[in-house]
């Protein structure tokens, strides 16, 4: 089993910065991607970005350019750096870890609201 703990949500203005984190505890395997996706009201929850334990990295197109992923090994946390935040970015993140053995687990999510 793993646990997935986010911070770092909050209310920030049209352009603004935020960073999530997410640690992750319990039985973590070497080989993982953990990741960010959101949902918004009314939509499906998407992949935000993600990251291999290798460094390999993928983003939605939306966020390209603006959001970078990051994780740091020995601390088993995985950071999303958010810049030039817009409206469309307002959403519940959730943290997400993955491996071949054990498949999918979730963190509770954490709110993030872009308005002036």
């Known amino acids: 089993q793993v646990q997935l703990v986010e911070s770092g949500g909050g209310l920030v203005q049209p352009g603004g910065s935020l960073r999530l984190s997410c640690a992750a505890s319990?039985?973590?395997?070497?080989?993982?991607?953990m990741g960010w996706y959101r949902q918004a009201p009314g939509k499906q929850r998407e992949l935000v970005a993600s990251m291999t334990n290798g460094g390999f990295t993928h983003y939605a197109d939306s966020v390209k350019g603006r959001f970078t992923i990051s994780r740091d090994g020995a601390k088993n946390t995985v950071y999303l750096q958010m810049n030039s935040l817009n409206r469309d970015d307002t959403a519940v993140y959730y943290c997400?870890?993955?491996?071949?053995?054990?498949?999918?687990?979730w963190g509770r999510g954490t709110q993030v609201t872009v308005s002036s």
């Open positions: 997400n870890y993955w491996d071949v053995i054990q498949s999918d687990f």
């Open positions: 319990g039985s973590l395997f070497t080989i993982n991607t």
